[in-house]
């Protein structure tokens, strides 16, 4: 019996030094995915999210850390984008309020499709990033922005309503 509960309260202490260890190292990577969401914060717009990530490297270089860390530091932003959200808002803020993203911002043709020759109606855009599907739908006046009762659209991102916003305005 004593080295059943010897053997646990040994397997207790590795599991506690086991996990203090993988906290520690996470620990130490906060200040640089601070110094990321500040990066994020502080930067112009961007075409997309290479060229935000890239932008944050030469960032990094240019405050005076060597190319080597701000690889490493690049690398650790790079594993906690796929663990933490908070960057991705700040990101595509940036991208939305580009004047040249790197992605359409023609309607989607299959939409377009689907909706050919019906009367205006109701929709709710989810996710209308920045709002070339609402838009369209506008002009072809499936969606009235005037009527807030027949017209909804929501996103996550401040920017893209903001521009959704303008981009209605006759």
Do not use: C
Request: aromatic letters at 6%; proline letters at 6%; zero cysteines.
């Amino acid at each position: 019996m004593l080295d059943v509960t010897r053997h646990s309260l040994a397997a207790g202490l590795l599991l506690l030094l086991a996990t203090a260890a993988t906290a520690r190292g996470q620990g130490s990577d906060d200040p640089t995915w601070q110094s990321f969401l500040g990066y994020l914060r502080d930067s112009p717009p961007a075409n997309g999210p290479l060229e935000m990530i890239q932008g944050f490297r030469k960032d990094q270089v240019v405050r005076g850390a060597a190319p080597e860390e701000a690889d490493r530091r690049l690398n650790i932003v790079l594993r906690l984008m796929r663990e933490r959200t908070d960057a991705w808002p700040l990101m595509f803020d940036k991208i939305y309020a580009s004047t040249t993203p790197n992605f359409s911002t023609r309607p989607n043709a299959l939409l377009l499709a689907a909706v050919e020759g019906r009367p205006a109606g109701r929709a709710l855009d989810v996710g209308l990033g920045q709002g070339r599907n609402a838009v369209a739908l506008a002009t072809f006046r499936i969606l009235r922005f005037e009527d807030t009762d027949d017209t909804s659209d929501w996103d996550p991102q401040r920017t893209s309503l903001v521009r959704l916003v303008a981009q209605k305005q006759p």
